[in-house]
C-alpha cells in the first residue's frame, strides 16, 4: 500500500506543462533583436529536453516520498543528462544559495567503508 501511495504522489508531476518566458526588453527592440530571442528560446527548450525530466525527476521525487528528502548530482553532457542520487545518510543541508535553493554536505566517509 505505501509503495503504491509513494507511486501515485511520485507520478502525479507532469513535466509537459512548462512555461519558457525569455527576458527580452520591450522597449530596446533593436534591428535582429527577434531573431536572438528566438535563437535562445529554442536553445533554452533543447536544454529542457535533454534534462529528461519525467525520468530524472520522477526518481528524484520517490526518493523525496520515502526518505522525506533526495540529494543528487546532476550529469550532463551534449546528448543528455541524468542525476546521480545520493545516499541521504551521508548527506546534510549546509546552506541556502541566494536564489533560495539549499546547499548540502557530503560526508565522504562512504567511500572508507
Do not use: H
Not at 509503495?3 to 512548462?18: G, H
Not at 525569455?22 to 535562445?40: E, F, I, N, Q
Not at 533554452?44 to 526518505?67: S, Y
Amino acid at each position: 500500500m505505501f509503495q503504491a501511495l509513494v507511486q501515485y504522489f511520485a507520478t502525479m508531476f507532469v513535466p509537459d506543462a512548462r512555461s519558457v518566458i525569455p527576458r527580452y526588453p520591450l522597449a530596446k527592440r533593436t534591428a535582429g533583436s527577434d531573431s536572438k530571442v528566438v535563437k535562445a528560446y529554442y536553445q533554452t527548450l533543447d536544454e529542457i529536453e535533454k534534462l529528461d525530466l519525467l525520468a530524472n525527476f520522477t526518481k528524484m521525487l520517490i526518493d523525496a516520498w520515502i526518505c522525506d528528502v533526495a540529494y543528487g548530482v546532476l550529469y550532463r553532457d551534449d546528448t543528455g543528462a541524468f542525476i546521480l542520487p545520493l545516499d541521504p545518510e551521508y548527506c546534510r543541508i549546509s546552506g541556502m544559495n541566494a536564489d533560495g535553493t539549499f546547499t548540502f554536505a557530503y560526508n565522504m566517509d562512504y567511500f572508507n567503508g
